[in-house]
């Protein structure tokens, strides 16, 4: 199953239903881009209104990651710098119940970024920087985006264990929103890098059968952006 797409279209991403037979309840996955067009976002945000639990990745504040790449985007030329924002969805404002399973984030208010989170920031800007400069102005299209439901996710400047145990931390809050909740009639949005996505499928699958019903795509940033200058 195709998570993330790259191809002459742009980037895109599959919200994805996943359901067990007999059982009303839906987890919805909205695998995340750190970086995307305003639209992108707007569109998430819209949709995530209309479920009735977000199971959310972080804190409820702009991604250090996505910011960081924007920054080296801007610091590079690269030429859609003027035109792509980094991720951040104001969840305090979706009027939803937000879970947040790795305890980040305090009464589901709105946060600036943590002092961790200015850290990763400090780190991976001029980590990107280095990696645009040799990889040219094109280096957006020279990017890997796709990811697979088997796909062995590789993370930039991150550990792998502390991946795995993210994703572990994620998989346990929606065991425990599945025993709590299947048999009613609720969507559950999980809002996670699509790296984490392919763990959710997996375990999910294995422990209660979950198979993806649906999928619709939106585009992240479509392929013409890259060859607009830079004013």
Not at 20 to 48: C, N, S
Not at 118 to 126: E, F
Not at 136 to 146: A, D, M, P, Q, V
């Amino acid at each position: 199953m195709q998570i993330t797409e790259f191809s002459v279209v742009g980037l895109r991403s599959a919200v994805i239903d996943l359901r067990v037979r007999g059982k009303p309840l839906t987890f919805r996955l909205f695998p995340m881009i750190h970086i995307g067009q305003p639209q992108f976002y707007r569109e998430v945000a819209d949709r995530l209104r209309q479920c009735d639990l977000i199971v959310s990745e972080g804190t409820d504040a702009p991604s250090s990651t996505g910011l960081a790449i924007i920054l080296a985007m801007r610091m590079t030329f690269q030429r859609s710098a003027r035109t792509l924002v980094h991720q951040d969805i104001d969840h305090a404002a979706l009027g939803v119940p937000v879970v947040w399973p790795e305890g980040l984030s305090r009464h589901n208010r709105r946060q600036r970024m943590s002092i961790l989170s200015y850290l990763d920031l400090l780190v991976m800007t001029p980590f990107y920087v280095v990696v645009m400069a040799f990889g040219g102005r094109g280096w957006l299209l020279r990017s890997r985006f796709e990811v697979y439901d088997n796909t062995e996710v590789r993370i930039r400047l991150m550990n792998k264990t502390f991946l795995h145990d993210r994703d572990k931390e994620l998989v346990a809050a929606l065991t425990d929103i599945h025993e709590e909740r299947q048999d009613r009639s609720d969507v559950i949005a999980v809002v996670y890098g699509a790296g984490h996505m392919p763990a959710v499928i997996t375990a999910l699958n294995a422990a209660f059968g979950y198979r993806a019903v649906g999928a619709d795509w939106l585009t992240a940033f479509d392929a013409a952006m890259p060859y607009r200058p830079v004013d």
